[in-house]
């Protein structure tokens, strides 16, 4: 399907008429997305299986810039997720920025897939209820201008394949705009070029085939009960990745996950059941992983890659071609 944007026509009218390919997508995995990244949405702080070691890493990260803003006698944090899915990382950073005494904390997460974005508002119902905390979910395109003033926000996050669905030409926009409305971090990761195989919405075991094609950036999948989806899919070469943030970004690090750990994990096809590695063998992997994580020769191999950034000073930022809502494939 193929949908532009003329002039300016707002999301709202072009989603009557077209339902964005990627939105479709995260909508149809309803909720079997959220359990499919992150386990059980009850337990925010149980790291889920595969993924397990890149989100302690970027648990981590984020852990640290949250608690270095408190050190500095912040009281107050505005946190911007874009593409947040069904909303497990804001309610862990919103928690988290709780008990370390922030007493204001606005965290708003976007997301193309209204069936996320629906599913991140019921999970987050409880946590709204605490006293300072601004927790708002949205439908909304990633590549339209934020609403946000500029410098307002302490931690800007994109993660997990968001950006991967963002088509190449769009990224130094999107970039551009998000170095517009932050003040302190932008934590991003996406799928590296050399990355194991996914079908992003569901494990792989739920695909009857899936094709990346590259030449393309498309990923085309049908599922075991017949649904099939193409979206827009392209994985970046670190140096790739490292060039177009440059334009916008400090970076203060660039760095590939799970470099090893996915080639063990539990995953039928090419692991039997029973050859989970014990607690040894995964400390000499996260060992193996911090050696060799920047390295040139091993960094486009990792599942994900990570960023870490801060906006250049403030500049101007055109955005005379950016739609005020919208999308275009
Ligand atoms: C793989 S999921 C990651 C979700 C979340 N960041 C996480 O880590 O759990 C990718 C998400 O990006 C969203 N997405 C993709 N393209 C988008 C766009 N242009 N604007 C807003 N959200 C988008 C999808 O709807 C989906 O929820």
Same mark, same amino acid.
């Given at each position: 399907?193929?949908?532009?944007?003329?002039?300016?026509?707002?999301?709202?009218?072009?989603?009557?008429?077209?339902?964005?390919?990627?939105?479709?997508?995260?909508?149809?995995?309803?909720?079997?997305?959220?359990?499919?990244?992150?386990?059980?949405?009850?337990?925010?702080?149980?790291?889920?299986?595969?993924?397990?070691?890149?989100?302690?890493?970027?648990?981590?990260?984020?852990?640290?810039?949250?608690?270095?803003?408190?050190?500095?006698?912040?009281?107050?944090?505005?946190?911007?997720?874009?593409?947040?899915?069904?909303?497990?990382?804001?309610?862990?950073?919103?928690?988290?920025?709780?008990?370390?005494?922030?007493?204001?904390?606005?965290?708003?997460?976007?997301?193309?897939?209204?069936?996320?974005? &629906?599913?991140?508002?019921?999970?987050?119902? @409880? !946590?709204?209820? *605490?006293? %300072?905390? $601004? =927790?708002?979910?949205?439908?909304?395109?990633?590549?339209?201008?934020?609403?946000?003033?500029?410098?307002?926000?302490?931690?800007?996050?994109?993660?997990?394949?968001?950006?991967?669905?963002?088509?190449?030409?769009?990224?130094?926009?999107?970039?551009?705009?998000?170095?517009?409305?932050?003040?302190?971090?932008?934590?991003?990761?996406?799928?590296?070029?050399?990355?194991?195989?996914?079908?992003?919405?569901?494990?792989?075991?739920?695909?009857?085939?899936?094709?990346?094609?590259?030449?393309?950036?498309?990923?085309?999948?049908?599922?075991?009960?017949?649904?099939?989806?193409?979206?827009?899919?392209?994985?970046?070469?670190?140096?790739?990745? &490292?060039?177009?943030?440059?334009?916008?970004? @400090? !970076?203060?690090? *660039?760095? %590939?996950? $799970? =470099?090893?750990?996915?080639?063990?994990?539990?995953?039928?096809?090419?692991?039997?059941?029973?050859?989970?590695?014990?607690?040894?063998?995964?400390?000499?992997?996260?060992?193996?992983?911090?050696?060799?994580?920047?390295?040139?020769?091993?960094?486009?191999?990792?599942?994900?890659?990570?960023?870490?950034?801060?906006?250049?000073?403030?500049?101007?930022?055109?955005?005379?071609?950016?739609?005020?809502?919208?999308?275009?494939?």
């Amino acid at each position: 399907m193929a949908v532009s944007i003329r002039g300016r026509e707002s999301a709202a009218r072009l989603y009557e008429n077209a339902e964005h390919p990627v939105a479709r997508a995260y909508n149809q995995a309803g909720e079997k997305y959220g359990v499919y990244a992150d386990g059980d949405p009850g337990k925010l702080d149980a790291f889920h299986e595969q993924y397990a070691y890149c989100d302690q890493c970027v648990w981590a990260l984020i852990d640290e810039k949250m608690r270095a803003l408190r050190s500095s006698g912040a009281r107050s944090i505005r946190i911007l997720d874009l593409g947040c899915g069904p909303g497990t990382w804001l309610r862990r950073i919103a928690t988290r920025a709780w008990t370390l005494g922030f007493t204001s904390i606005t965290a708003r997460g976007i997301d193309i897939a209204d069936a996320q974005v &629906r599913q991140a508002r019921t999970l987050s119902r @409880k !946590l709204r209820e *605490l006293g %300072g905390v $601004d =927790l708002t979910f949205e439908v909304s395109d990633i590549c339209a201008r934020l609403p946000d003033a500029d410098a307002s926000v302490d931690l800007c996050l994109c993660l997990y394949g968001v950006l991967n669905h963002i088509p190449m030409h769009r990224l130094p926009a999107v970039l551009s705009e998000v170095a517009r409305v932050t003040c302190g971090h932008f934590i991003m990761t996406a799928r590296a070029i050399g990355s194991t195989p996914t079908i992003c919405v569901d494990a792989l075991e739920e695909a009857r085939w899936f094709w990346r094609d590259i030449s393309a950036d498309r990923l085309e999948i049908e599922l075991q009960n017949g649904r099939r989806f193409s979206l827009n899919y392209q994985l970046f070469r670190a140096e790739e990745l &490292r060039a177009v943030a440059a334009a916008y970004f @400090k !970076l203060h690090d *660039l760095k %590939g996950l $799970d =470099l090893f750990h996915g080639r063990f994990s539990g995953d039928r096809r090419w692991n039997p059941p029973g050859s989970a590695a014990g607690a040894q063998f995964l400390h000499e992997l996260a060992r193996l992983e911090e050696l060799y994580c920047r390295d040139p020769d091993f960094i486009d191999h990792a599942t994900h890659l990570l960023l870490l950034a801060s906006p250049r000073k403030q500049r101007e930022h055109t955005l005379e071609e950016l739609p005020s809502s919208g999308f275009a494939e």
